[in-house]
Nanobody
Framework: VQLVESGGGLVQPGGSLRLSCAAS????????MSWYRQAPGKERELVAR?????????WYGDSVKGRFSVSRDNAKNAVYLQIASLKPEDTAVYYC?????????WGQGTQVTVSS
């Protein structure tokens, strides 16, 4: 089971990015997928979640609601996080996550830095 994030980078305040997470080794469509982030000196926090195929449900943390959008492409085994109206406080490492058979599976993370 593997998750690989990409798409991070340096962006100016107000800018946007699209993060991607490529999944492999499990039946991707059958699992809820989540995005977390961890800023320097802070705990890892859940920012968005999308349900498995057929449920069509999403959830967002209060700090990102209205600015972030999570989606998935089950044909490509990929989950995405569109992040917009970025603020300096969005600076963090963003992680893709799945709970697979009771195990926590994380990607390696992708750095997002918001700075002018």
């Amino acid at each position: 089971v593997q998750l690989v994030e990409s798409g991070g980078g340096l962006v100016q305040p107000g800018g946007s990015l699209r993060l991607s997470c490529a999944a492999s080794g499990f039946t991707f469509s059958a699992y809820d997928m989540s995005w977390y982030r961890q800023a320097p000196g802070k705990e890892r926090e859940l920012v968005a979640r999308i349900s498995r195929a057929g449920i069509d449900s999403t959830w967002y943390g209060d700090s990102v609601k209205g600015r972030f959008s999570v989606s998935r492409d089950n044909a490509k085994n990929a989950v995405y996080l569109q992040i917009a109206s970025l603020k300096p406080e969005d600076t963090a490492v963003y992680y893709c996550y799945v709970e697979w058979w009771g195990s926590n599976v994380w990607g390696q993370g992708t750095q997002v830095t918001v700075s002018s």
